[in-house]
């Protein structure tokens, strides 16, 4: 079965400092992969997805297939990037996303 | 363009009732998925709906069904509730395509049962 795990439920950081968000996930095939951020008050969004190679709003992740992860980064954090991060997968022909159980963002001054 | 819409947006059913949670899909996606994300926990998949038929199931129980209309809005249907069933019911609608990716999530109803 699938199955995505983000080993970290908080992270703290401060404004400034560099950010990696870790995901880690169990497929034999070709995943795809993504990320999405919910920010207070507001609705699950897609951050970013691994196909498109996109750097949004300062992020990105790199499907490392020997590893089987798929962390996120951010050289400098910033106050408006706390939130909750949601790794989650999917597979050709497959109808679901998988998330992980998701990461608290916070980011202090 | 609007985005997803549920309703309602807080319900309270006790133990044994039944529950229908409504969902209208964005303009332009013809897909439907619903799913649900018990508190600290990743939301899980529980079906999606392409073109009014069901088109893919996680785990989850018959007592839970769905249905999509041909505007492409969407019903979920739980019945015989349980304290477990608890949880923020996330609908998202999407283009229809390999994989399911690229997701419109609406805010979500949060249910409880007591």
């Known amino acids: 079965a699938q199955r995505v795990t983000q080993p970290e439920k908080l992270l703290s950081v401060f404004k400034g400092a560099p950010v990696e968000l870790k995901c880690n996930y169990s497929?034999?095939?070709?995943?795809?992969l993504f990320w999405y951020v919910q920010y207070s008050r507001q609705r699950l969004q897609l951050l970013l997805r691994?196909?498109s190679r996109e750097s949004i709003k300062g992020f990105t992740a790199d499907l490392n297939k020997g590893e089987t992860s798929f962390h996120l980064k951010k050289p400098f954090a910033q106050e408006e990037d706390s939130a909750m991060y949601y790794c989650a997968l999917t597979f050709q022909g497959a109808q679901k996303l998988v998330f992980g159980q998701g990461t608290r963002l916070t980011i202090n001054p | 363009e609007t985005g997803v819409t549920q309703s309602p947006t807080h319900l309270i059913k006790t133990r044994g009732q039944q529950v229908t949670l409504r969902c209208s899909s964005q303009s332009g996606h013809n897909t439907v998925s619903w799913y649900q994300q018990a508190l600290g926990q990743g939301p899980q998949f529980i079906f999606q709906y392409y073109r009014e038929e069901e088109n893919g199931r996680g785990n989850f129980p018959p007592r839970f069904s769905g249905l999509q209309f041909p505007n492409y809005s969407s019903e979920l249907n739980v019945n015989a509730l349980e304290l477990d069933d608890s949880a923020l019911y996330l609908c998202?609608?999407?283009?229809?395509?390999?994989?399911?990716?690229?997701?419109?999530f609406g805010s979500g109803t949060r249910l409880t049962v007591v």
């Open positions: 691994h196909i």
């Open positions: 497929y034999s095939g070709s995943p795809e």
């Open positions: 998202a609608s999407s283009l229809p395509g390999p994989g399911a990716g690229g997701y419109t």
